[in-house]
């Protein structure tokens, strides 16, 4: 789709290599994994836990031109869903080649409805999303 994955995590590329020996959800992983042991990464971008020395779990999608163009940050219990983040990758791709336009929170891919934001959209969001 014209991106890179990467996972990065404060272990070390050590750990990342026992994970993708033992993890059974790992075996056919296709991505690169980054080591961050200095936490460099993690406190530039503020989901760094220092007093336990901890990373939380956030997803960055950035754009070609170095631009955060999407950040999620959970709790460390709740897993991140990979359908929501392509949703999420999808729209962004969307909206950069058509400019003007929204994607409503149940956009999905190209030839769904989008909305053109705008003063006249407040309050109608519905009913433009049902015509």
């Not at 296709?30 to 836990?49: C, E, Q």
């Not at 901890?54 to 959970?74: K, M, S, Y």
């Not at 149940?106 to 705008?118: A, F």
Request: charged letters at 25%; proline letters at 5%; hydrophobic letters at 40%.
């Amino acid at each position: 789709m014209g991106c890179d994955v990467v996972t990065v995590s404060p272990d070390t590329k050590f750990v990342h290599l026992a994970w993708q020996a033992d993890e059974k959800a790992l075996a056919d992983a296709k991505f690169s994994m980054g080591a961050d042991p200095t936490a460099f990464l993690h406190r530039m971008f503020n989901v760094y836990i220092e007093e336990e020395g901890l990373g939380e779990r956030g997803t960055f999608i950035i754009d070609p031109d170095g631009v955060v163009a999407n950040i999620e940050v959970n709790h460390p219990d709740i897993g991140r869903n990979i359908d929501e983040l392509m949703r999420k990758f999808k729209a962004n791709l969307h909206i950069s080649r058509k400019t003007n336009t929204a994607c409503p929170s149940k956009w999905k891919d190209d030839g769904d409805v989008d909305l053109q934001p705008g003063a006249e959209m407040v309050g109608k969001v519905y009913e433009a999303l049902n015509q």
